[in-house]
T-cell receptor
Framework: DVKVTQSSRYLVKRTGEKVFLECVQDMDHENMFWYRQDPGLGLRLIYFSYDVKMKEKGDIPEGYSVSREKKERFSLILESASTNQTSMYLC??????????????FGSGTRLTVV | AQSVTQLDSHVSVSEGTPVLLRCNYS??????LFWYVQHPNKGLQLLLKYTSAATLVKGINGFEAEFKKSETSFHLTKPSAHMSDAAEYFCVVSANFGNEKLTFGTGTRLTIIP
């Protein structure tokens, strides 16, 4: 089974801190994604990457950046955490487009609280 | 561009009665459509997917959905609700079999009345 592992289940950070959320997948997937989940809003895409050192903005990239130095690892960075970034963050990985079958896998999430 | 609208934020049904969760989509290309379920404090689980094959799609736990292009709908149904079905359900749209970015609906919380 594909495993998408997020390094922390719960995090509490202070306003203004730089925060790193780490995600690792073990199935050699090209694609990786970061979403945030908020009540009543569903999941919204923050950033995604289709290859190493490649990144594209999703629907809500403001206040975030990402890093993908290795294929299996995709990091989400909050440059200066703010209280409105308190949320559940979900990482996912998938097969490349046109793979012919669905291979999207989500991690179990990191619940971040910014105080 | 793509989007989904889940028409009900909350649905309550009695145990043993049918479930209907409604979803309309908008897409500028042939979409792939999915339903995910999330039980309290649990991760996302794929219920079923439509990727341009049969329009009636059967999923896990007795759920099914029908892709209706003329109505741009992908409603989720189950003939008889069980207490364990209480959860939040997300309708999702994507392209290319869903291996690109996913667009989620805002979710429908399903409550089962004993």
């Amino acid at each position: 089974d594909v495993k998408v592992t997020q390094s922390s289940r719960y995090l509490v950070k202070r306003t203004g801190e730089k925060v790193f959320l780490e995600c690792v997948q073990d199935m050699d997937h090209e694609n990786m994604f970061w979403y945030r989940q908020d009540p009543g809003l569903g999941l919204r895409l923050i950033y995604f990457s289709y290859d190493v050192k490649m990144k594209e903005k999703g629907d809500i990239p403001e206040g975030y950046s990402v890093s993908r130095e290795k294929k299996e690892r995709f990091s989400l960075i909050l440059e200066s955490a703010s209280t409105n970034q308190t949320s559940m963050y979900l990482c996912a990985s998938s097969f490349p487009p046109g793979a012919g079958s669905y291979g999207y896998t989500f991690g179990s999430g990191t619940r971040l609280t910014v105080v | 561009a793509q989007s989904v609208t889940q028409l009900d934020s909350h649905v309550s049904v009695s145990e043993g009665t049918p479930v209907l969760l409604r979803c309309n989509y908008s897409s500028s290309y042939s979409p792939s459509l999915f339903w995910y379920v999330q039980h309290p404090n649990k991760g996302l689980q794929l219920l079923l997917k439509y990727t341009s094959a049969a329009t009636l799609v059967k999923g896990i736990n007795g759920f099914e959905a029908e892709f209706k292009k003329s109505e741009t709908s992908f409603h989720l149904t189950k003939p008889s609700a069980h207490m364990s079905d209480a959860a939040e359900y997300f309708c999702v749209v994507s392209a290319n079999f869903g291996n690109e970015k996913l667009t989620f609906g805002t979710g429908t919380r399903l409550t089962i009345i004993p």
